[in-house]
């Protein structure tokens, strides 16, 4: 095989362990194009393609990692990681981990780990890398690595809820709570949400968000219910789509634009936590961006119903 072909082979498994790392689409892809640079540019060929990409582009990534820390502690409210449509890695031996390592809640469980655990964890937890090819891929001891990842699987466990829902479950309870939205039934959300349901967006400061969360089904019900109707009278629907390997959605505006992603946490039976990303920069990689400002003032010159 050529260098080209090599690459474009790995390139699902390159981007997938970037992204993990990173929690960003833009990036992840960044760190992908830069580990082909160096591949491309290196006057030596590796014995193992994979070994030295999944190495480069580790190290790329926790470089990264380290400077963008910097800009998410100065961030504008909650910071979540980019939405993912769909990942471009499987393997079928690894299919639940893949599943789980990808979800919103994991990647903002990986945002307590320093860099070294984040890139180590998700190289052996995830993609089940030897502790050799580890070690070589951080420039750390074999001993060195396996302490990480002790500390790192302690961080995750003690953030990790004690009951997940299983894959049917949620898209039976996911199909119950878009119809309930789309009808604005206050009581047949409430009944689908938690009592200690949270409703959380992140706008980034570059578009309209929540003051600070919504907590309880109650509010969020209600909240949900009388904003969600609104937009379909402005022309902005939603797509049903899986999201970070969680049941979602994909709200466009009337020209087919993105205005923002909603993504459904389900533990035990219910729905534990709904996010929803508006940024724009967040989305740019899903296509056209719609202007979530214009919309905001189109809902306030559009007449409630009943008027």
């Known amino acids: 095989m050529s260098k080209v072909e090599e690459f474009e082979a790995l390139r699902p498994l390159l981007f997938s362990i970037a992204y993990r ?23 030596t060929r590796p014995a193992s393609a ?11 990534s926790i470089d990264v990692l380290r400077s963008a820390r910097v800009r998410r502690e100065e961030y504008t409210g909650p910071w979540f990681p980019e939405p993912l449509l769909s990942d471009p890695y499987e393997d079928p031996a690894r299919a639940v981990e893949l599943a789980d390592s990808v979800s919103m809640a994991a990647l903002l469980l990986l945002e307590r780990l320093s860099p070294l655990e984040r890139a180590v964890f998700v190289l052996r937890e995830v993609f089940g890398f030897g502790f050799d090819e580890i070690a070589a891929a951080v420039d750390r001891s074999e001993a060195a690595c396996r302490q990480l990842v002790v500390r790192a699987r302690r961080h995750m466990a003690a953030g990790r809820p004690r009951f997940a829902a299983d894959r049917q479950e949620r898209q039976e309870l996911a199909s119950r709570f878009f119809e309930a939205l789309k009808d604005g039934d206050v009581g047949a959300l409430r009944n689908l949400l938690a009592a200690d349901a949270q ?47 969680q049941p979602g959605a994909v709200y ?25 990303v508006l940024n724009p920069d967040k989305l740019a990689h899903m296509g056209p961006v719609a202007d979530a400002w214009e919309i905001t003032r189109e809902l306030k010159r559009a007449p409630r119903q009943g008027s």
């Open 252 to 276: 466009r505006d009337r020209d087919g634009r993105v205005l923002q992603t909603l993504v459904l946490d389900v533990l035990d039976g219910r729905i534990q936590t709904i996010r929803t």
């Open 21 to 43: 790392i990173l929690g960003s689409v833009a990036e992840a892809e960044d760190a992908v194009q830069e580990a082909w640079l160096r591949y491309d540019g290196s006057s």
């Open 50 to 60: 994979k070994a030295y990409l999944s190495a480069t582009v580790t190290r790329i």
């Open 199 to 245: 409703l959380v967006g992140d706008g980034g400061g570059k578009a309209p968000q929540l003051a600070r969360a919504v907590v309880g089904a109650e509010n969020v019900a209600r909240l949900l219910a009388s904003v969600v109707p609104r937009l379909a009278r402005v022309e902005v629907s939603f797509e049903r789509h899986e999201i970070n390997g």
